[in-house]
């Protein structure tokens, strides 16, 4: 009779292994990614995330700039993975990394964002007045073919 280790898992149920696979893997040596592991069969990822690109576009009525900032800077202060802001008085864009299973759970945190901490971040009572959500190789095409935003150079808070 086969026994086990102290603190193994029974047979089958542990996670899988990368094992040896042909040529056109991952790895030099034949080994699969983990990402090449749960591909679907469509040569999408299963079950991963990814990174989104967000631009968030809020507007309303006019706002002292000094508070306008300050909610800002405070809203970048508790959530870190913001890349840059810009503001005047009556309107702001927040741009940032979003990692996500894809585009739709992308675009529901970033709507979510605005709302759910305009009170604890003391930002003015505007509107989400625009979103773009799009994907990595996206945004990295725009930057090569010079349109779209230009990289968040300067990180951090600022006037339009």
Known sequence: ????RP????R???ERTLTSVGAGSGF???????????????GEESGLSKLWHITLSVSGPAAPLKEVRRGLEQLAHDHPFLLTSRYANDHAEIRYWEEARDLHDAAAVALRLWGEHRSTSRL??????GLEVIDRETYHLRIAEGFGPLPAAPVGVHPF
């Open 28 to 42: 030099e040596d034949g080994r699969q990614t983990v990402a090449e592991q749960r591909n679907d069969g469509r």
């Open 1 to 4: 009779m086969r026994r086990a």
């Open 7 to 10: 603190g193994a898992l029974p």
């Open 124 to 129: 003015p009572p505007w509107e989400i007045v």
């Open 12 to 14: 089958g149920t542990g």
